[in-house]
């Protein structure tokens, strides 16, 4: 059904926004945070490279300053907690790079996705969580590669199974792939 959740029901407890890379996933979701009122913008990223620090900067200037920012890259869980009080919607940014980086540290991905689940239910105010669709494309060549999709894959299906309502987000415009508030 294509339906735009800001204008036509409140934000619930919890919302997925997944979409492909540029798809305007990001944008989406601050849209509906922005809508809701003050928010808090818990990003995953780390600038490793020139163009990640681009990206990370055209966010930060879209976002402009009346965003409370956390910079978490790799315990989320820890810093919803931190913030659960708060009561400032929250717009995390984005479980894949979150995943990539959970990888890369070598941490138990299994016991993280269940810490995430657990903080997302204990928010004082709505969470709405960025991620990539990645298993859309053809299988990796490589072993790395392939575990990394099949790890998204597992994140986003028990993220999408908490959440309240699940949109996918394609050239900008939103499709609700779910929801419970209806």
Request: aromatic letters at 4%.
């Given at each position: 059904m294509a339906l735009d959740p800001t204008t036509t029901r409140p934000l619930p407890p919890v919302t997925l926004v997944l979409g492909g890379a540029r798809s305007g996933k990001s944008a989406y979701a601050e849209r509906l945070i922005e809508d809701h009122g003050p928010g808090l913008y818990v990003a995953t990223a780390e600038a490793g490279d020139a163009e990640m620090e681009e990206r990370i900067r055209r966010h930060k200037e879209r976002r402009g300053n009346s965003w409370m920012t956390v910079e978490e890259p790799l315990d989320l869980a820890g810093a919803l907690k931190a913030n659960a009080a708060s009561g400032l919607a929250?717009?995390?940014?984005?479980?894949?790079?979150?995943?990539?980086?959970?990888?890369?540290?070598?941490?138990?991905?299994?016991?993280?996705?269940?810490?995430?689940?657990?903080?997302?239910?204990?928010?004082?105010?709505?969470?709405?969580?960025?991620?990539?669709?990645?298993?859309?494309?053809?299988?990796?060549?490589?072993?790395?590669?392939?575990?990394?999709?099949?790890?998204?894959?597992?994140?986003?299906?028990?993220?999408?199974?908490?959440?309240?309502?699940?949109?996918?987000?394609?050239?900008?415009?939103?499709?609700?792939?779910?929801?419970?508030?209806?």
């Open positions: 929250v717009l995390v940014d984005c479980l894949t790079l979150w995943l990539n980086n959970l990888m890369a540290a070598k941490r138990d991905v299994d016991a993280e996705v269940e810490d995430l689940l657990d903080a997302i239910g204990g928010l004082a105010a709505p969470i709405v969580l960025v991620t990539n669709e990645v298993g859309l494309g053809i299988v990796p060549d490589n072993e790395a590669a392939r575990a990394f999709r099949d790890a998204a894959g597992r994140l986003n299906q028990a993220v999408a199974e908490a959440a309240d309502r699940v949109v996918f987000v394609a050239a900008g415009a939103p499709l609700v792939f779910k929801d419970d508030q209806q």
